[in-house]
């Protein structure tokens, strides 16, 4: 019996379509809900989602890179206390990098897509990766600065 997968079954994933066994469709999958018989017009439901999930893919992709292009081009001067030898007093951590974006260019980003290995203590020039998603991680320039 051909069936379409409405659910993720040992190795098959929600959406394949396979021969199974009469018995194990009728007996497992159908009662259970977890696939259902591979009828023309469930063939037809099953190819209009994954051109739906296309279109969605490829709207996402787009404003990703778009928010990239934002991002890549946006510079942030953060103004900060310094102590003795031009360090920081405290440091400049993911937070502070994702309000400061928002504030100065109101691009909204979270706190953890801000790819800091460790929060920044002296003054200077740093490039900041941000991990934006679809494989993109565009760079903001962070100058950190005195206090006056």
């Known amino acids: 019996m051909k069936v379409v997968f409405t659910q993720n079954v040992d190795k098959h994933k929600a959406g394949d379509v396979r021969e199974v066994a009469d018995g ?3 007996n ?11 009828t023309p017009e469930a063939l037809k439901q099953l190819e209009a989602q994954r051109e739906a999930e296309a279109k969605r893919s490829a709207r996402e992709l787009a404003e990703a890179q778009a928010l990239a292009e934002q991002i890549s081009g946006a510079s942030l001067r953060i103004v900060a206390k310094v102590g003795a030898a031009k360090r920081l007093h405290g440091s400049v ?3 502070d990098v994702a309000a400061e ?15 800091l290995a460790d929060p920044i203590k002296r003054l200077g020039d740093y ?4 991990k934006i998603g679809h494989g993109l991680e565009p760079k903001l320039k962070v100058t950190v600065a005195e206090a006056e």
């Open 24 to 26: 194990y469709a009728r």
């Open 28 to 38: 497992f999958l159908l009662p259970r809900g977890l696939a259902r018989a591979a």
């Open 93 to 95: 951590g993911a937070a």
């Open 101 to 115: 974006l928002k504030k100065q260019h109101g691009i909204e980003i979270d706190r953890h897509d801000v790819d």
């Open 127 to 130: 490039q900041v990766p941000i």
